[in-house]
């Protein structure tokens, strides 16, 4: 091996790596030819073995040699790299075509969680007789909640509500949304026609039918010639709103302090769980209530009724676990649609 003969086996390669890079049409294929010639273990190297067998003073020359097709080599890459760079995003734009005309895909819509749907349905119903929403406070005092509704202290019928108390003296979570009936009854000159809907709390165990958090829609209405039978017919049609035109109900006598008389309203359901189900307490607002919300009873009469958002939404939707309203489960709030 002499001096010549390397040099003309490097000037061989560079004339085939020449051609091979011109051949080569995708970046990957590129880079891979350019590793065989010019790496550590490529054509280069290889011819450079012989270097060995040359005299010393040869040595630098064939270095020297090796350098220049290296870098010619090289160059030759990275100008072949630009021009099939260029030409794969070519093929790439012919290939994809976009269609500018073609409909855009549609979002995904949501859906309301079913309590404020519900609340909404019941809005829209007693909206039509020409009640308002009005939305009161969700920390109350004992005042508010109990006693000023016709309940003392130490009145047995606390039993009714088992109730959150905060740490503040007299202060508490409501147990319902009867507060909000002296809210109003302070704020607003009669005639009053309001809902009151909103999150109620109670001291319970929770499983399938109970929960420690809950939803109620109060109503209330006091003006100069209310009875009962405006009751009657105006908690029939909500039920009629809420389930159907055919729905029958059916008012059953009932204690709460704050009305008299009072009733539990019971709508008759068909399919699995039939029978009478009951779905809100009612009644006359107590002359005691309608004065401590400073109104005359000799005057005003009103009545106030109490429902159970869950109890409705469950009804409505067929929910037998009352826990889903609050998993927040992706999958039953999409099943509401
Ligand atoms: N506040 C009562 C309850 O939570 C329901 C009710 C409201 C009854 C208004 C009568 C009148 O059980």
Known sequence: ???????????????????????????TALDELGSSLLGKRGA??????????????????????ANEVRAAIESLLTARRSVVAVEELALRITAETIDPTAPAPR?????????????????????????????????????VNFQLLNIPEDHPSRDLWDTLYLREPGRLLRTHTSPGQIHVMRTTPP???????????????????????????????????????????IL?????????????????????????????????????KEGWMTILGAGMVHPTVLANGGIDPETHQGFAFGLGVERIAMLRHG?????????????FLRSMR
């Open 319 to 331: 929910i037998p676990d009352l826990r889903a309203f609050l998993e927040n489960d992706t999958r």
């Open 107 to 143: 979002p995904r819509s949501g859906s309301l969680h079913p309590i404020p749907e519900t609340i909404r349905a019941i809005a829209e119903i007693m909206s039509s007789f020409g009640f308002s929403i009005v939305e009161t406070r969700e920390v109350e005092d004992d005042v």
């Open 1 to 27: 091996m002499d001096l010549a003969a390397l040099e003309s086996q490097l000037r061989t390669l560079q004339g085939d790596a020449a051609s091979r890079i011109t051949a080569c049409t995708d970046l």
């Open 236 to 272: 029939s049609e909500l039920a009629r709103g809420l389930f159907g035109a055919a729905t029958e109900t059916r008012f059953r006598p009932g204690y709460y302090p704050f009305t008299e008389p009072s009733v539990a309203v019971d709508v008759r359901w068909a399919g699995s």
């Open 44 to 65: 280069i190297t290889d011819v450079l073995r012989g270097i060995g067998e040359l005299p010393p003073a040869d040595r630098p020359k064939i270095g020297a040699t």
């Open 191 to 233: 005639p009053i026609r309001v809902i009151l809907p909103g999150r109620c709390f109670r001291y319970e165990a929770v499983d399938a039918s109970h929960g420690f958090e809950f939803h109620q829609v109060e109503g209330l209405l006091v003006d100069t010639t209310t009875t009962l039978s405006d009751l009657k017919g």
